[in-house]
Each structure stands twice: as structure tokens, then as C-alpha cells.
């Protein structure tokens, strides 16, 4: 588990040589990081999204954003409210508002607080264009 920045909560003699991960095959995902240069490790912000939808409706979400906060940053009962809403541009615009209003990040050199939020609002809606296959 991540516990802060560049703190994950492991024992000296402890290591991770794998992840597995559910079949999520009925999902769609969209990933994105945000950096001033593609060489760059550190993001500005990133994002990741997992999506099922049913017809036009949104079946389960979850979402993620990282460099918003001292570790990933997700919130559950704004995923929990999004169920059942219309899958919409106006539906990932309103969360995109809510998300900005639940996180308050830093300003640091890599960019500043009000750049970040301003992307936590933006990189939902381009998720939103990248599922609909508009983008």
C-alpha cells in the first residue's frame, strides 16, 4: 500500500515481484499522464479511469488521480454517486467539478495548485471524448 511520497509499506526483506489483477474485460479504461516533457517521470497529474456501462448508462466507475495529493487520490462516494447517471459529456463535466471542488493540491515547480485542479475537471472530460469514441 502507498503511505506517502515514495513510501509504500513494506518491510526491509520485502519486495513485490508481481501484481495480478481481476478480469476486467467487460470494462473500458482510459489512462493519462501529464508531464512538461515526455521524458520526464514525474507527472503533473495523471488519471485513470475504469468504466462499464450499460447502454448509455454507467454501470461502475472508478477513478483515480495521482501528483493532486501525498498518494493516489480517489474519491468513493463520488464514483458511487456517478451509478446510474447518463453517460454524458454534461455527466463528466459536473464530476469534473465535483472532483475539483474535493481536491486541493499543491503548488510546486512542477506546476501550480490551480493549474492541477483546473486539469482534474479537464482530464475527466477528455476521458468522457476517449470512451465515446469522439476523441
Avoid: C, W
Amino acid at each position: 500500500m502507498v503511505t506517502g511520497p515514495g513510501k509504500i509499506a513494506l518491510r526491509p526483506e520485502e519486495f513485490i515481484s508481481s501484481i495480478e489483477l481481476r478480469d476486467r474485460s467487460e470494462y473500458e479504461y482510459y489512462y493519462e499522464k501529464v508531464g512538461k516533457r515526455n521524458a520526464m517521470n514525474i507527472a503533473i497529474i495523471s488519471i485513470g479511469v475504469l468504466l462499464k456501462l450499460n447502454n448509455d448508462t454507467i454501470e461502475d466507475i472508478k477513478i483515480a488521480y495521482g501528483s493532486v495529493g501525498p498518494t493516489v487520490m480517489r474519491f468513493k462516494e463520488l464514483e458511487k454517486e456517478m451509478i446510474g447517471k447518463k453517460f454524458s459529456k454534461e455527466t463528466f463535466e459536473e464530476f469534473g467539478e465535483k472532483y475539483m471542488q474535493n481536491i486541493n493540491p499543491i503548488t510546486d515547480v512542477r506546476a501550480t495548485a490551480e493549474y492541477r485542479k483546473k486539469m482534474v475537471k479537464n482530464l475527466l472530460i477528455k476521458a468522457y471524448y476517449k470512451f465515446s469514441r469522439e476523441g
